[in-house]
């Protein structure tokens, strides 16, 4: 229900207000997302609820929502449920994870980056520096835009110049890129399944408006716990891995090493 309270107003100052068009207060209300105006002889009234209504389904519409989901979201509102605390669950769920913006680069760029680290500390050749680019491309880790690459994850490429800095092939680099892409989508996918399966499953469909706030913290604290995790995990396997493999190859390496084991 629409309170029609208060200052009232003509569809097309109602429609300047809410920064739409009148065509498009027309339309909401055949779909159902605008309540009738109240009217008065031919003339229809819209009361400041309308006004914010329309601003809400603005707003919506501007994060990206159908019309469809508009309306299941409006439903949900008059039912008693919290919109603001549904929007904050939809923030939870799409925020970005990674607060490095991404950044364009250039060919240019790449070979500053990537200079030095052919053989010898040689620049690579401009060939290999390009099949690199493409494999990158094929990879996800760049996308080709305007005569450069986006770069979603500038601090990938950083590290995978100081790989090829220290004297590891470009290929060989972007082949860890890739599994890297591969074994981290899989812990990813690990951990969501945790929290569909153990929290949002139990909740059932639609989610209780009680629940929402909780759903929505819990979707928060993931990215923490998630890289939490990955951390130590991954801290454990290096140490053991550099104990095991680099220590005793460096030993074998060492002058007089074998003759003092023996």
Same mark, same amino acid.
């Given at each position: ?47 400041? =609820? ?7 389904? $603005?707003?919506? %519409?501007?994060?990206?929502? #159908? *019309?469809?989901? !508009? ?66 491309? =094929? ?7 305007? $005569?450069?690459? %986006?770069?979603?994850?500038? #601090? *990938?490429?950083? !590290?995978?110049?100081e790989l090829a800095a220290a004297g590891i092939p470009l290929d060989a680099v972007l082949a860890l890129g890739r599994h890297l892409f591969q074994d981290i989508d899989v812990v990813a996918s690990r951990f969501v399944d945790l929290v569909l399966v153990h929290v949002f499953d139990p909740v059932g469909e639609p989610i209780p408006s009680a629940e929402v ?50």
């Amino acid at each position: 229900m629409v309170d029609h309270a208060g200052p009232e107003h003509r569809i097309d100052e109602l429609a300047r207000l809410a920064g739409t068009t009148v065509r498009n207060v027309r339309a909401y209300q055949d779909r159902g997302l605008l309540p009738p105006p109240r009217r008065q002889g031919r003339t229809g009234y819209y009361s400041d =609820a309308h006004l914010a209504r329309l601003r809400l389904i $603005g707003q919506l %519409l501007e994060r990206g929502y #159908g *019309l469809a989901n !508009i309306h299941e979201l409006l439903e949900a509102w008059e039912s008693g449920q919290n919109v603001g605390e549904l929007l904050g669950l939809e923030a939870a769920l799409s925020a970005p994870w990674s607060e490095e913006p991404a950044q364009v680069v250039g060919p240019e760029d790449l070979a500053s980056m990537f200079g030095g680290t052919g053989v010898g500390g040689a620049d690579p050749d401009p060939a290999t520096v390009l099949r690199a680019a493409e494999d990158a491309v =094929a990879a996800g880790i760049l996308e080709p835009q305007d $005569g450069g690459f %986006l770069v979603k994850r500038p #601090g *990938l490429l950083r !590290i995978g110049a100081e790989l090829a800095a220290a004297g590891i092939p470009l290929d060989a680099v972007l082949a860890l890129g890739r599994h890297l892409f591969q074994d981290i989508d899989v812990v990813a996918s690990r951990f969501v399944d945790l929290v569909l399966v153990h929290v949002f499953d139990p909740v059932g469909e639609p989610i209780p408006s009680a629940e929402v706030p909780r759903l929505a913290e819990v979707v928060r604290r993931l990215r923490p716990l998630a890289e939490q995790a990955v951390d130590v995990v991954l801290a454990d396997a290096m140490e053991r891995h550099v104990r095991d493999e680099l220590r005793d190859r460096l030993g074998r390496m060492l002058p007089g090493r074998e003759t003092e084991a023996s």
